[in-house]
C-alpha cells in the first residue's frame, strides 16, 4: 500500500491534473473552498454565497420546473430562465392569431402574465450532509441487497421525521459518490409560475440546432417569468387573488460586462456527470455506446431531415422531435471529439494511477457485459427511442385510462408521417441487423422470430393508417384496440420488448448491482488520495456552485476563438426566410440604428454571448452567471461542442460553458420587447 501510495505520489509530478475551473461544489461545503475562491477572484465570503440562516445569494436561485434553473432578478418574483426552459409554456400559449414562439410575447402589466398549470419553482432552503443518519446501521460486510434495505429504511424514516416537525417543506435524501455519502435538500416549492415575456425563437432559438453546441454563438436564450404566491405569501397552486411573490434578496444586475480573465461563477442544477467512472468504463461509453448512437440518430435524422426540407407541413411536425434528438446526437459527438482532441481516455486513466487505483474488477466486470450494454443500446435507439411507431405501440399498452390513451394518440398521430417512419426504420434497422453485427460479432441481436428485421410489413396495419386508425379510435374505442393489438407493427414492437426484458435486462441489472460495491470503493480511493480536497460530487440535479474565469479557446491547431460575440456577428449570420437563421425586422431596425441604450461596449458594438470556463453540465441551463460581487452577468445555457466531454472529464483548455450576455438580454426586454417596465423592476449596477 505504502510502495503504491510513492508511487502515485511520482507521477503526480508529470500528471497533476488543471483543475482551476473544473468542479461543481456543494453549496453547504463553500467554507472549505473559500480561500482558494478569493484567490481567483471572489469578493465574498462563503456564507454570502450559501448560508441556511441568513441571507445569501442561493435565495435568489430557483429549481425551474425540475428540469432547468432560473434566478430571482426583483422584489415581485420575476425570474430569469432560457427560452428553451420555457418553451413548452411559450408554445402552450401560443396559437396561429398569436404565435409567441415566432414573435415573442411580452405581459404589459401583471393581469396579461400568463399561468402555467404544472409547472413548479423549487427554493432550497438548507442542505446538509446526512451521511451519519442514513448510514447509521449499515456494515461494511453487509451485502449490497441488506445495504440497499437499511439505506432506504433509514431515510424513510428521517424523511418522515422531518416532514412531521414542519410540514410545509419538501424533503429528499440524495446518495453522492456512489453511497459513500448522502446529502438532505430541504425546499419549498411554488407552483403558481406565470409566463411574463418571452423573444421571438428568431432571438431565444438563433441558430437553432446548426449552432446548437457550438461556439461562437448568437443566441438570446432566455425567458422571464414570475413567481405568485397566496396573499399570505405561502406557496399556493395558480388562483386569480394569488399577488407576485415577495423575494427579499433578488439578484443584482450588473450592467459592467465582461473582460478576458474576469472571475466568474454559475450557480445551478447540474443534472448528471460521471467523472469517477473507471476509464475502461469511459472508454467503452466513447468507444462502443457513442458510435452505435451516433449512426443510428444520424440515419433517423438524415430521413427526417430530407422530409423537412421539402415539405413544411413536416417541417412543423417534425421540428421539435428532430430538435430533441439532435440535441443528444450532436451531443455525443462533441463528447468523443473533445476526448480524442485532449487525449482524454488516456488522461483519465492517468489520473486513476496517481490516486493509486486499479479497478481490474471493475475493468473485467465491463469486459464481460460490454456487448450486452452495447446490445441494450442498439435495441433503445432503433426499437425503442427510434421508432416512432414502436412509441404508439407503448401507448397503446401503457395501463392509462382509454381516455389518457385517446388522447395521447391523437397527439401522436398530430406529428407523425408512417411514411417516413417507414424510411427511417428502414436505414436504422439495416445497421442494426447488418453493419453493426458485422462490426461486433458478439452483439446480442433478436432472433428470426422475434423479429427478422423487414420492415415494410409493419405499415400494412391499422396503426399506419393514420386517418382510418384515428377515424376507428373516435367512433369505437374497444374495436380499436382489438385492430391495435392485431397490428404486425404492435406484435414485432411488443415481441421486441420482451426479448429486451427478457435477454437482456437481467444482464444489464445484474452488471450494475454486481459493480456497486467495486465502484463505491473505486470512488473511495479518490476521496482518500492525495488530491481529495479537490474532489467533488458527480451532478445529481442539486445546487452547486461552479467557478471559473471569462476566457478564449482553441478547440484545434489553429483555430482560436474570442470569448465574446456581438450582434454585428449576429446579422452576419442572417439568413432571410431561413428557419434557423432569420432576423426579427424589429432587430434589423434597431441595429441599422445602433440603437443600443445602455447597453452597448465601449467600441461601440452590442454584446451577445459569451464563454467561460465554468463547470457545467445539462441541468444548468438557465443558471445565473456571476460576477466575483455575485451580481448576474449572464443566463448560462450551453457548452461549446468538444468541451461536452466535461460530464467524463473536466479539461480547462476546451471546456466552456455559453451565456447570453445579460446586456443583451435587457436590450432584448427594453428595444425589442418593449417592456421597459421589467428592466425597472431589477436592481441594475453600474461600476465596480
Ligand atoms: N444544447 C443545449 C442543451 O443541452 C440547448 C438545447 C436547446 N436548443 C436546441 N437547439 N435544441 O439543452
Ligand atoms: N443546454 C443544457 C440544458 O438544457 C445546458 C448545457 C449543458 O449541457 O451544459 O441544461
Known sequence: MKKLFLGALALMGSVVPTWAGEGMWLPFLLQARESELKKSGLRLTARDLYDANQASLKDGVVHFGGFCTGEVVSHQGLILTNHHCGYDAIQTHSSLENDYLTHGFWAKNQKEEKPNPGLFVDFIKRMEDVTSVVLKNVTFQMSEADREAEVAKSVTNHL????????????????????????????????????????????????????????PRHTGDFSVFRVYASPSGSPADYDAKNIPLYVQNPLKVSLNGVKEGDFTMVYGFPGRTEEYLPASWVQHAVEELNPVRIEVRKRLLGTW????????????????????????????????????RTDGLQKLEERQKANGAAPDELNAALKNAAPLLTSRELWVEVAGRGWELGQLVTLVNSKDSPEQIKQAVRDFYKDYSPELDRRALKKTAQYWFNEAYRVNTALILPPNNVWDGSVDPLYTGILAQTEKSLALLESNFDKWLAEAKQDPAFLVCTRLSEWQSSALLPGVRSFSKSTATALRLH??????????????????????????????YSPSDGMEYGYQTTLDGYMAKYIPGDYEFDVDPRVRALHADRNYGAYALPNGQLPVCFIASNHTSGGNSGSPALDAKGRLIGINFDRVWEGTMSDYRFDESICRNVMVDIRFVLWTIEKVGEAPHLVAEMTLVKGR
Open 160 to 215: 418522515a421525521e422531518l416532514k412531521k416537525a414542519n410540514p410545509n417543506y419538501l424533503y429528499s435524501i440524495k446518495p453522492i459518490y456512489y453511497g459513500l455519502q448522502y446529502i438532505l435538500i430541504v425546499s419549498q416549492r411554488y407552483s403558481d409560475v406565470r409566463l411574463v415575456g418571452a423573444p421571438p425563437s428568431s432571438i431565444g432559438k438563433f441558430g437553432s440546432d446548426t449552432d446548437n453546441w457550438m461556439w
Open 305 to 340: 431531415d430530407s422530409a423537412m426540407r421539402v415539405d413544411p407541413a413536416i417541417k412543423i411536425a417534425y421540428a421539435s422531435k428532430y430538435a430533441s434528438s439532435a440535441n443528444a446526437y450532436k451531443k455525443w459527438i462533441g463528447v468523443n471529439l473533445g476526448m480524442e
Open 523 to 552: 470512488t473511495n480511493g479518490f476521496l482518500q488520495g492525495s488530491n481529495a480536497a479537490r474532489m467533488y460530487p458527480d451532478a445529481n440535479s442539486t445546487l452547486r456552485l461552479a467557478s471559473g474565469k471569462v476566457l478564449p
